[in-house]
């Protein structure tokens, strides 16, 4: 079974949590696309990103 994540302040995404969603808190930009990469190749098929971490 895949899994899906989301990516971004810890603030915005702990509510995603209750509905079966793997939250990752992240806020810098250079990380960000470290665990992006992680999740993709940890079998994760959809990840989450939030605006504000992809608008940096």
Do not use: H, N, Q
């Not at 992006?36 to 608008?55: F, M, N, Q, W």
């Amino acid at each position: 079974m895949y899994k899906i994540a989301v990516m971004g302040d810890r603030d915005s995404i702990y509510g995603f949590a209750a509905l079966g969603l793997e939250p990752f808190p992240v806020t810098d930009p250079v990380e960000a696309g470290k665990k992006l990469r992680d999740l993709g190749e940890s079998g994760y098929a959809v990840i989450y990103i939030t605006e504000a971490l992809a608008a940096r």
